[in-house]
C-alpha cells in the first residue's frame, strides 16, 4: 500500500526494506536461472534477446557488405545464401517474435494488470528455456553448417539441401512452443489476474496488443510447429508428404507456412502498436484518442490475419480465385491498421509534446510504418504483386514494417520503460542520437530497395546486374549508419547499469499502475491489491516535480 | 482478485470460501456415457461394411464420430457444466481448422488438372521408348 | 554512382549472359514496359503509388505540424484537450478509405486475371527450369537456352520445374510465376518492342539462383518462323561432338558435371570416357558408350561412388541423335 | 489509473481473502488469492493448450483433406492394409481409459484416494494396451515393407488383404494359397482389373497414404506416450493423498488432456480403417 501512496520512503511489509527490488531480492546466479519471478525472466528474455539481435545484426551487416558490388565481394554464394537465411530466421524467430511480448510484456503485464505474477509462472520459466535451447538449435546449424534455404524453409529445396537443415528446424519449432507458452500464459494472466476495477476498457492498450498477439500465438504457431515436424520426417526419412519426387505437393507446405507466418507477422507488429500506444499520449501528456477503436482493431487484426496468408503466394501456382479471397481480406486487415494511425496522430492534437527518447522511437515509428503499410497496398494488389513480389520491394517493404515498426517500437519500449526495470536513467543525449542515427541509417537503407525492387532486381541474389549497384551502395551505407546507431544506443544503456539506481518511480508521469510503486519494483510488485477507478491515460492527477526527476499524485501531495 | 471469480452459476457445485469447487459426476452417468461410445463405435464399424458408397460412408462416419466427439467433450470433459469461455475458445479452434481445410480445397480443386497433366505427361515420357 | 574508391577495392564479377539492362524506362519507379500487360499494370501501379504519397504526405505533415505546434515549453506543460473520441471523424477514416481499397482491388483482380487468362490462340513455348538453367522449347522440337519470341504475338509459356522451385520473371513483361517441381504452371505475355530483356529466377534455388539469369530476345514478327527454322536447321546440322557442347551448356549438365576435372554434384566429364569407375554398390564399371546413355536415361541405376542419386532422367527429353552428341562429347574430354 | 488504497482493501476483501487461503492450504501459489481462482486459472490454460493441440493436428487432417481428395484411390487401396479389428479394439480401449480417467477426476473430487489410485492405474493399463496394438499393427508394416516415401517397399498385394475380399465377393480357389495358383491369379485378374487396373499393383503415389497413416497415428502415439507419463505423475501424487475437494486441478487437467488424445483418435479410426 505504502508503494502507491509515495515514491521515496517505501516501507513495505512484504519486501525486506527500502533497498529491496526484485534485482537485489536474491543473490547469485542460481537465484536467476531458477527464478519464477516475471521480472527476472524478463530480464534475461531481454538480455538473450539483445544476443539474438546483435548477431543477426552482424549477419546483417555481412551481406550488405556482400552486396555493395556484383559478383565476389568478401563471401562466396553459397556462405551468402547462408548469411540470409540465419539473418532472417535469428531475427524472425529470436528477435522479434520474442522481442515486445517476452522481453517487455513479460516485465509489464502483470504490473499493468496490478497482479503479483503472471499466472503459469513456472510455465513461463520453461518458455524461457525453451527459447535457449531453441537458440542453441539455431548455434549448432550455424556452426554444423549453417542451413541455407532462407527463412520459409520452402520445399523441396530444403528437403533437398546439403546444409544442415535439421537443427535450424529444430531450433525453430522448440522457439514455436516458446512463443506458444508465452502466448498461453498471457491470455489466462489477462483474464484471471486482472485488479479489482481494472475492467476491460480500463486496460492499457500495451495489454490489449499483447492479448492480440497471445490470441495468435496459440492459434497460429502450433500449425508452425506441425509444419516443421513433417517438414523434419520428411527431410529425415523421406515420407513424401512435401516432397515432389515422393510424390508430395510443395505448394501444400507454403500453404502450411503462412497459415503461421502470416499471422506471425502480425504478432511482430501488434505488440510494437501496444507500445506506440502506451508512449504517444504520455509525452503528449493527453488522453488516448480513440481508444476503443484501438483497443478493438487490435482484436480485428488478430482475427483477420489468419484469413490473408495466401498473398504471399500469389505466384506459387495457387488458384485464381483463392489468390482473390486473400487479396480482398488483405485490403479489409489496411482498415483497422490505418485507424490507429490515425488516432495516434489526433492524440498528438492540442497535446503538450515532450520528445523525449521514447517519444523520437514512437514518431519514428509513425512514419516508417506508414510507408511499410502503404508499399503493403502495391503487394495486395495483385496484377501489381505479380511483378514485385519476390523482389527487393517486397524486402523494403517488410523492412519498414518488421525493421521499422516492430524493432523501433521495441528500442522505444525499452527506453520507455529502462527507468522502471532497471531503476536507471540514461543519458538522454545519447539516446537521442542513436534514434536519430537509427531513423536515417533505416530509410537510406530500405528507401534504395524499393527503388531497385519495382525496377526488377530480385531478392536473395548474390549477384546482380550493374544497373543495380548505385541502389545496392546507397543501402550498404545506411545499413552501417543503422548498425552505428544501435551500437552507440545499447552502449549508452548497459552503462547505466554501472551506476547508482537513480530513476524517479514515475520518470514520464504515466498513469499506468507499474508507475505507481517504486523503481526497481519490489519483489512482490504491489503491497497491497491495487483497485482500479480510471482509465489508464487520466494524466490530470499527475505534476512534474524538479527535485525528484519525476512526477507525483497531486491529489497526494494536498491528502498529506 | 479478478471480478471473473465469481460464483459459479449452479450454485451448488459452485465454490464456497473453503469448500468444494466444481462438480463431480455421478457414475451412472460416468457410465452410460461410456455406453454409449462403446455403441457408436460398433455402429460406425457395422455402416462402414454396408457399401454405401464414398461419399454416403464417409458422411456417415465422420458424424457418427462427432457425435462420439460432442458425448466426450459434453461430459467426460465437463463442458456441459463448465464455464461457457472455455466452451467458446474450443469450439473456436474449429472454426479456424475449418477455414484452413477449407481455404486449402479450394485452390487444390482448381490446381489439381495442372499436376494431372504434368502426372500424365511424365507416365508418357516414362513409357516412351 | 559508384564511388571510386570502393571500386578499387571490390573488382566486380561480370554477370552471365552479357543481361540488357532494364532501362531505357520512362518511370522512375519500374523497368522499361515491353508487353500489351505492362501499360495497365503501370497505370495501376501509379494509382497505388500516389494514393500512398498522397496518404503518406497527409499523415506525415499532421504529424510534423502537430509535433511543432504542440511541442511542450517546458516539462510542466500538459495537454489543454481532454476529448479522447470523436464517434463521427472515427467513422469517417474507417470507412473513407474503402472506396479507394475497393478500387484497387477490383483493378487489381482484373489485372490479375488478365494475367493468368491465356488466350486460346497463343504461341507455345515449354519452358523448364532445373539449377541453374533455364531451357525453352518449340512446337518444332527446337530447345535454346535464350527465349526467342515473335513481337507482337501472344505466347504462351507452360512451365515445369526439374528438381526444386523457380521462378519465372520477365520484368519487362510485368509477370511472373513459379515454376514447381510436379505440376503445370503457365502465363502468356504479348511483346509490344522488338529487343532483348533479361528473365530472371525468382524464387530462391540455391547456389546459383543469381546466375539463373538468361534473355529474351523479340524478334521482328516477319521473321520469326525464319529465324526458328534456321536455328533448327543449324542444330541438326552440328557434327555430333558440337552438338553435345551445346546439349552440355543447355541441359544443365554443366551444373553438376566440370570439365577441368574437380567433382561437382557429380562426376566431371574430363578423362571420364573409358575409365573404371567404382559404384556405390561396390561394383566396378567401365564407363562406355552403354553406361553413359543408361546414365543419362536412367540415372539411379549405378552411381559412382562418393556421388548422391540426384541427377534426374533425360528420358524422353533427349533424342538418340543428341544423346549421341553428348556421348561424343565426353568422349572428347580427355 | 488511481488507486484508491487503504479503504478499498476493505470494500473488496480480497486481499485478507488471500492471506487467509495461503494460510491454510500448501497447494495454493503465492500469487493467487484463492483455489478457486488457481483453478480456474489452470482450467482456462489447459482449455487453450487443448487448443493449441487441435491446431497443431490440423495440420496433419488439413493434409489427409488434400491428399484424399486429390487421389481417392491411394486411400481406398491403402485401407485394405490396416487391420478394422485392431482399430477397433483400440477405439475401445481409448474410450475405456476415458471412462476411467474421467472417474479419476470424481475420486480427486471425493477424496477417494484408494479409488483414484485404481482409476489411475487403470488409465495407464488402457494406455499401454494401446500402445502394445499400435507396435504389433506398426510391424506388421514394416515387415511388409509398407512404409511411406522412398522406404516404400511392399511385398504384400493388396488381393493378398482378407479386407480386400471382404468387400470384393470371395476370392477364386487357390488365390490365397502360398504360390498362388495360376489360373486363380487370372481369375482374380478379370475381377479385380474391372475399373480398377492398378490392383495388382499399387496405384501412382501410393506411398502417400503410409505417409499420412505413419504422420498421424505416430504423432497420436507420441501423445499417448506423453499421456501416461503425466498419469505416473499424477499416481504418484494421487498415492501421497494430496488430492481433495479444494485441490483437484492437475487431475482434472491430465483428464482433459487425455480426453483430447481420445477425440483425435475417434476421428483418426474412421479416416483411416474404414474407407469405403
Known sequence: ?560 | MAQETKQDAHGAHGAAHDGAIGHALSPALLIGIWLGLMVFTGLTVFMSQQGLGPQASFIVAMVIATIKAGLVMSVFMHLWWDKRMNLFVFLGSFLFVMLFIGMLLTDKSEYKPDIDRKTADDLAKSTAP | MMNPLLTLAFAPIPVPNNVPTLNPSPYFWLPVPASTMAQPIDDLFNYVMWVSVISCLLLMGLMIYFVTKYRAKSRKDEGTSSSDHHTGLELFWSIGPLPVLLAMFVWGFQGFVALRTTPKDAYEVHVTAQKWKWLFEYPNGYTDDVLHVPNGRKVRAVINAVDVLHSFFLPAFRTKIDAVPGRYTELWFEPTAPGTYPIFCAEYCGTGHSAMITKVVVHEAASFDKWLEDAGKAIDALPPEELGQKMYNQQGCSGCHSLDGSPKTGPSWKGLFGKSETMSDGSSVNVDENYIRESILDPQAKIVRGFGPVMPTFKGKLSDKKISGIIAFIKAQK | MTDTTADSVTGHGHGDHGDAAHAHNPFLAHHFDTPLQQFEAGKFGIWLFLVTEILFFSGLFCAYTVYRTLDPDVFEWGHYFLDTKLGALNTSVLIFSSLTAAWAVRNAQLSQHRALCVNIVLTLLCAATFMCVKYEEYSHKFHAGLLPGKHFQPNEDVWEQPAYWKKNGPPPDGLLDDPPKKEAIEKADKIITRGHPYRFQPPPNAARFFGIYFCMTGLHGIHVLAGMIIWIWMLTKAARKQFGPTYYGPVDYAALYWHLVDLIWIYLFPLLYLID
Open chain 1, 1 to 560: 500500500m505504502a508503494s502507491t501512496t509515495t515514491t521515496a520512503d517505501v516501507a513495505v511489509p512484504a519486501n525486506k526494506g527500502a533497498d529491496d527490488n526484485y534485482l537485489t531480492h536474491d543473490k547469485g546466479i542460481a537465484s536467476w536461472l531458477l527464478t519464477l519471478d516475471h521480472k527476472r525472466i524478463s530480464v534475461m528474455y531481454f538480455i538473450c534477446v539483445i544476443s539474438a539481435f546483435a548477431l543477426g545484426g552482424t549477419f546483417a551487416l555481412l551481406i550488405r557488405t556482400e552486396l555493395l558490388t556484383p559478383g565476389r565481394t568478401i563471401v562466396d554464394a553459397d556462405t551468402y545464401n547462408q548469411l540470409f537465411t540465419l539473418h532472417g530466421a535469428v531475427m524472425v524467430f529470436l528477435v522479434i517474435i520474442p522481442g515486445i511480448p517476452a522481453a517487455i510484456g513479460n516485465f509489464v503485464l502483470p504490473l499493468h494488470l496490478g497482479a503479483k505474477d503472471v499466472a503459469f509462472p513456472k510455465l513461463n520459466l520453461m518458455s524461457w528455456y525453451m527459447w535457449v535451447a531453441g537458440a542453441c538449435f539455431m548455434l549448432t546449424s550455424l556452426i554444423v553448417s549453417a542451413a541455407d534455404t532462407g527463412w520459409t524453409f520452402y520445399t523441396p529445396y530444403s528437403t533437398t539441401t546439403l546444409t544442415a537443415v535439421i537443427p535450424a528446424l529444430t531450433g525453430a519449432f522448440i522457439l514455436g512452443f516458446s512463443s506458444i507458452f508465452t502466448g498461453l500464459n498471457f491470455i489466462v494472466t489477462i483474464h484471471k489476474m486482472r485488479a479489482p476495477g481494472l475492467t476491460w476498457f480500463r486496460l492499457p492498450l500495451f495489454v490489449w496488443g499483447l492479448y492480440s498477439t497471445a490470441i495468435m500465438q496459440v492459434l497460429a504457431t502450433p500449425v508452425l510447429g506441425i509444419t516443421l515436424l513433417m517438414l523434419i520426417v520428411e527431410r529425415a526419412f523421406g515420407i513424401g508428404i512435401f516432397d515432389p519426387a515422393l510424390g508430395g505437393d510443395p505448394v501444400l507446405f507454403q500453404h502450411f507456412f503462412w497459415f503461421y507466418s502470416h499471422p506471425a507477422v502480425y504478432i511482430m507488429i501488434v505488440p510494437a502498436f501496444g507500445v506506440i500506444s502506451e508512449i504517444i499520449p504520455v509525452f503528449s501528456r493527453k488522453r488516448l484518442f480513440g481508444y476503443s477503436f484501438i483497443a478493438l482493431s487490435s482484436v480485428a487484426i488478430a482475427i483477420l490475419s489468419f484469413l490473408v496468408w495466401g498473398h504471399h503466394m500469389f505466384v506459387s501456382g495457387q488458384s485464381v480465385l483463392a489468390g482473390s479471397i486473400f487479396s480482398a481480406i488483405t485490403f479489409l486487415i489496411a482498415i483497422p491498421t490505418a485507424i490507429k494511425v490515425l488516432n495516434w496522430i489526433s492524440t498528438m492534437y492540442k497535446g503538450a509534446i515532450h520528445l523525449d527518447t521514447p517519444m523520437l522511437y514512437a514518431l519514428m515509428f509513425l512514419w516508417v510504418f506508414t510507408i511499410g503499410g502503404v508499399t503493403g497496398l502495391f503487394l495486395s494488389t495483385m496484377a501489381t504483386d505479380v511483378h514485385l513480389t519476390d523482389t527487393y520491394f517486397v524486402v523494403a517493404h517488410f523492412h519498414y514494417v518488421m525493421m521499422g515498426g516492430a524493432i523501433t517500437a521495441f528500442f522505444g519500449g525499452v527506453h520507455y520503460w529502462w527507468p522502471k526495470i532497471f531503476g536507471r536513467m540514461y543519458n538522454e543525449k545519447t539516446g537521442q542520437l542513436g534514434s536519430v542515427l537509427v531513423f536515417i541509417g533505416l530509410n537510406l537503407t530500405f528507401f534504395p530497395q524499393f527503388i531497385m525492387g519495382s525496377r526488377g532486381m530480385p531478392r536473395r541474389y548474390y549477384n546482380y546486374i550493374p544497373e543495380f549497384q548505385p541502389f545496392h551502395v546507397a543501402s550498404s551505407i545506411g545499413a552501417y549508419i543503422l548498425g552505428f546507431g544501435f551500437l552507440i544506443t545499447t552502449v549508452s544503456l548497459i552503462k547505466t547499469l554501472f551506476k547508482k539506481a537513480d530513476a524517479p518511480m514515475n520518470p514520464w508521469g504515466s498513469n499506468t499502475l507499474e508507475w505507481t510503486i517504486s523503481s526497481p519494483p519490489p519483489y512482490y510488485n504491489f503491497d497491497k491489491v491495487p483497485h482500479v477507478t480510471e482509465g489508464p491515460y487520466e494524466y490530470e492527477d499527475w505534476e512534474y516535480n524538479e527535485k525528484i526527476g519525476g512526477y507525483e499524485r497531486k491529489s497526494l501531495k494536498a491528502g498529506t
